[in-house]
């Protein structure tokens, strides 16, 4: 069964928040697509991910390079999964996609300042919960660790 990951970030950037995240996603051997719903914002996160940080490395591609399916991040503007992913994070308001269910996780990470995100995590929330996929909701405390809500 999927297990649905609803991230909330409040007072964070997805920039801080991402990276580490995918280090535990390749720490545990799996798979990742990362989507967004923009290219723009998909090359800014390709960017990103080459120089957040001078003592850590994340390999990653795009979709649209040729070897897509031998790399362990993947970023998209496309539902697909180009690398067999286990895990699909979703930002930026980017919709479940219709394989949903092929996940052994999905990761929603939305910002709870903008009220469109909002609403667009709590459409989903409904979406997964009817569909049977385990749900829960993830809140950065004041030291920023993420704690699981009830």
């Known amino acids: 069964m999927t297990e649905v990951l609803f991230y909330h970030l409040q007072n964070m950037t997805l920039e801080s928040v991402l990276p580490p995240l995918l280090e535990k996603s390749l720490e545990r051997g799996w798979r990742v697509v990362v989507q967004s719903t923009s290219l723009e914002r998909t090359e800014a996160l390709d960017a990103h991910l080459w120089t957040y940080s001078d003592d850590s490395f994340l390999p990653h591609a795009s979709w649209r390079v040729g070897d897509a399916q031998d790399q362990p991040i993947i970023l998209s ?33 939305f910002n709870g300042d903008d009220p469109d995100a909002l609403a667009s995590a709590r459409e989903s929330w409904t979406a997964c919960k009817a569909r049977g996929f385990e749900v829960t909701y993830w809140q950065a405390d004041e030291r920023g660790r993420w704690q699981r809500k009830q």
């Not at 999964?81 to 996940?103: E, I, Q």
Request: glycine share 6%.
């Open 77 to 109: 503007t496309e539902e697909g999964n180009p690398n067999g992913a286990n895990v699909r994070f979703l930002v930026d308001n980017a919709t479940l996609p219709a394989d949903s269910n092929s996940y052994e996780r999905l990761v929603l990470v």
